[in-house]
């Protein structure tokens, strides 16, 4: 199961999902920076409910390697962006579908007969 399936939407205590403000963050003005300076990153502010509920599914899960929250919703953010990406890509493909050309020994004639 991909770990982003795991992260909460919406419940009560938790009315900010961290992947749906990730999609806004998409749409905010990049600043433009060059060099070796460059900083890419962004601050996400979680609430305490949404933090104690990651962490125990980190706890409880030790074989996805990870470490930290920040990690968790890193990956999750990067899972959704890579899944919304593969969508945009696929194309839709069109085969030309031939009837069977039947072999000169075949016990089946009749290109009619469903079994054929």
Known sequence: ?????????????????????????EDLPKKKKSGPDRDDRITIKIEKEMWKVINKQIRDHPEWGVRSVSEFIRRAISHELEEKASV???????????????RADSHCRDPEEPRC
């Open 88 to 102: 945009t890509e696929r194309k839709v493909l069109e085969i030309q579908l031939r009837p069977r050309l039947l």
């Open 1 to 25: 199961m991909p770990i982003s399936h795991l992260v909460p939407t919406q419940t009560p205590t938790m009315p900010l999902s961290v992947l749906r403000f990730a999609e806004r963050c």
